[in-house]
């Protein structure tokens, strides 16, 4: 069964300090893997795509990096406006569109 | 362009009713997901369609169904609701059938059930 874990659960920054939030990934074939955005109340925004182990994509002070187990959603110089739920998710091998979701990790950035 | 539109964004409604949601794709988009999102579940996968077939299907009891039209929007279904249903109801387009290819979601509709 695919397993997506992302930790912390939770995690309080001050504004510019920079951090990184975890997804661990346990499944069979990889297809995408895929972070997202989501305020309170809304739906979840696309922010990256990742195919394969090495990859990495960046925007504005987010970047995304893939391993073989896990991925990093690095934050570098957080704002306030930057305080969401981030959601991991995978898509396998098999699994057509389906998406297998982490739990999130809320982050909150104080001025 | 116009993003994933969800409606009604808000429903109330009572145990052993029944409930109906809308969803219209981003245009051009042809394949629709249904997720459900709740505080103890998180996010979870209901079914996919893609040109008005259903590709892929979720862990959940037959009271939760779906169809998509021709124009590509869908709509699913719940009856015989129950109180464990309450959620928040999100639908996402994705160009394509297939994988590897990201899904853009609407801003859900939030059901409750009494």
């Known amino acids: 069964e695919d397993q997506v874990t992302q930790s912390p659960e939770a995690l309080r920054l001050q504004e510019g300090e920079s951090s990184s939030l975890n997804c661990s990934y346990t499944?069979?074939?990889?297809?995408?893997l895929f972070w997202y955005r989501q305020d309170p109340g809304k739906g979840p925004e696309f922010l990256f795509t990742?195919?394969?182990a090495g990859e990495e994509k960046e925007k504005e002070r987010l970047k995304a990096t893939l391993t073989k187990k896990e991925s990093f959603l690095h934050i570098t110089a957080p704002k306030p406006e930057d305080s969401a739920t981030y959601l991991c998710?995978?898509?396998?091998?098999?699994?057509?569109?389906?998406?297998?979701f982490g739990s999130g990790t809320q982050l909150t950035v104080l001025p | 362009k116009a993003g994933v539109t969800q409606t009604p964004r808000y429903l109330i409604k009572t145990r052993g009713q029944q409930v109906t949601l809308s969803c219209s794709p981003i245009s051009g988009h042809r394949s629709v997901s249904w997720y459900q999102q709740t505080p103890g579940q998180g996010l979870q996968f209901l079914f996919e369609y893609f040109s008005e077939t259903q590709r892929n299907k979720g862990n959940f009891p037959g009271r939760f169904s779906g169809r998509q039209f021709s124009n590509s929007r869908s709509e699913m279904n719940v009856s015989t609701l129950e109180l464990g249903d309450s959620a928040l109801y999100l639908c996402a387009s994705s160009p394509l059938s297939g994988q590897g290819t990201e899904a853009f979601f609407g801003q859900g509709t939030r059901l409750t059930v009494v």
């Open positions: 990742l195919y394969s």
């Open positions: 998710a995978v898509q396998t091998s098999g699994s057509a569109r389906q998406l297998t």
């Open positions: 499944v069979s074939g990889l297809r995408g």
